[in-house]
């Protein structure tokens, strides 16, 4: 099992930035990726951002450039910095791990929101 949970959010304007931070706890030693999701009113859930145990990491187009996912092994602890903010990156966001031998995030944290005014 792991345990994701994440903070961070909250209420910023368009331009402004924000850094979520997700702790992870448990079976560490199992997780070969971590990832950022979000998903706003109305829309189906949509990765973010991700990043391997190698250190690989990908972005969604919509926010290549502004945002930027990292990592803290020593702290378990993933980091998602997002600036250059805009009124439609407003969603709630969540953590997620996935596990060796799974083909597929299979742990989330409870989500936090961010809402970015125009």
């Known amino acids: 099992q792991v345990q994701l949970v994440e903070s961070g959010g909250g209420l910023v304007q368009a331009g402004g930035s924000l850094r979520l931070s997700c702790a992870a706890s448990?079976?560490?030693?199992?997780?070969?990726?971590m990832g950022w999701y979000r998903q706003a009113p109305g829309k189906q859930r949509e990765l973010v951002a991700g990043?391997?145990?190698?250190?690989?990491?990908n972005y969604a187009d919509s926010v290549k450039g502004r945002f930027t996912i990292s990592r803290d092994n020593a702290k378990n602890t993933v980091y998602l910095q997002m600036n250059s903010l805009k009124p439609e990156d407003t969603a709630v966001y969540y953590c997620?791990?996935?596990?060796?031998?799974?083909?597929?995030?299979?742990?989330w944290g409870q989500g936090t929101q961010v809402t970015v005014s125009s």
């Open positions: 997620a791990a996935m596990q060796l031998r799974s083909s597929a995030y299979n742990y």
């Open positions: 448990g079976s560490i030693r199992s997780v070969v990726a």
């Open positions: 990043i391997s145990s190698g250190g690989t990491t």
